[in-house]
């Protein structure tokens, strides 16, 4: 069974910078488009963006464009999401998934993480 582990989740001032990593176990065909979404106090769970493993194509939701990068770590089967100028209204826990398509719908992707909890003080 195919497990994915977030890591780096802080407590962090407004401006500052924090660099997430989703380790996940196995690489296959439904693993290969690995996405990150972040679900905040009081809001649903909101898109980040997503990253091909097989391809190195990625993309970034509007909201985090220019700010949030999502790239390939050193060990092969490792996506990091790099955010910086992060913003109180970014606190949220944030979760890899892994899936077949890259999408920005949840319901694509079958494999989950906990989370890791990224707060943000103003």
């Known amino acids: 069974q195919v497990r994915l582990v977030e890591s780096g989740g802080a407590l962090v001032q407004a401006g500052e910078s924090l660099r997430l990593s989703c380790e996940v176990s196995?690489?296959?065909?439904?693993?290969?488009?690995v996405a990150w979404f972040r679900q905040g106090p009081d809001t649903g769970r909101e898109f980040v963006g997503w990253?091909?493993?097989?391809?190195?194509?990625?993309y970034t939701s509007a909201p985090v464009k220019g700010r949030f990068t999502i790239s390939r770590g050193n060990a092969e089967n490792r996506v990091l999401l790099q955010m910086n100028m992060l913003r109180p209204e970014g606190t949220a826990v944030y979760f890899c998934?892994?899936?077949?398509?890259?999408?920005?719908?949840?319901?694509?992707?079958?494999?989950w993480g906990q989370g890791t909890q990224v707060t943000v003080s103003s």
């Open positions: 998934a892994a899936g077949t398509r890259a999408t920005n719908s949840r319901y694509a992707y079958d494999c």
């Open positions: 196995e690489r296959s065909s439904s693993t290969d488009v």
């Open positions: 990253y091909t493993l097989s391809t190195g194509a990625t």
